[in-house]
C-alpha cells in the first residue's frame, strides 16, 4: 500500500505560479512512474504530466512549456511546476503512483486560477 498527500493547492491569478508536491509513503526510488492528473468542472480526469524512474517526463499539450514534472529525492515528493496559469487550468489536481501493477492515489488538491 502507498499513500500519497498532495500540497500546494490555492487560488491564484491568471499568469502566476504555483508549485504543488506529492509525498510519498514509501521511497521513490522504488516507483516505477508518477504523474498528475487533473479534474476540472465538468470534465473527465486527464493526465497533465508524468515522470518515470528514468527521469523521462511526458506532458500534455495543453501544459507543455508552461508546467514541469520533478522527482525531489531529498524530499520523497514529485513536484509539479506551473507557471503561465490559466482560467482552464482551474482543476483538482491529484498525485499517482505506479508501483508494479498497482496504481495508487492521493486526495486531490484544489487549483483555483481566477482574478
Known amino acids: 500500500q502507498v499513500q500519497l498527500v498532495e500540497s500546494g493547492g490555492g487560488l491564484v491569478q491568471p499568469g502566476g505560479s504555483l508549485r504543488l508536491s506529492c509525498a510519498a509513503s514509501?521511497?521513490?526510488?522504488?516507483?516505477?512512474?508518477m504523474a498528475w492528473y487533473r479534474q476540472g468542472p465538468g470534465k473527465q480526469r486527464e493526465l497533465v504530466a508524468s515522470?518515470?524512474?528514468?527521469?523521462?517526463?511526458n506532458y500534455a499539450e495543453s501544459v507543455r512549456g508552461r508546467f514541469i514534472i520533478s522527482r525531489d529525492y531529498a524530499e520523497n515528493t514529485v513536484d509539479l511546476q506551473m507557471n503561465n496559469l490559466k482560467p482552464e487550468d482551474t482543476a483538482v489536481y491529484s498525485c499517482?503512483?505506479?508501483?508494479?501493477?498497482?496504481?495508487?492515489w492521493g486526495p486531490g488538491t484544489q487549483v483555483t486560477v481566477s482574478s
Open positions: 515522470i518515470t524512474s528514468r527521469g523521462s517526463t
Open positions: 514509501i521511497s521513490i526510488f522504488s516507483i516505477n512512474s
Open positions: 499517482n503512483a505506479a508501483v508494479d501493477l498497482l496504481n495508487f
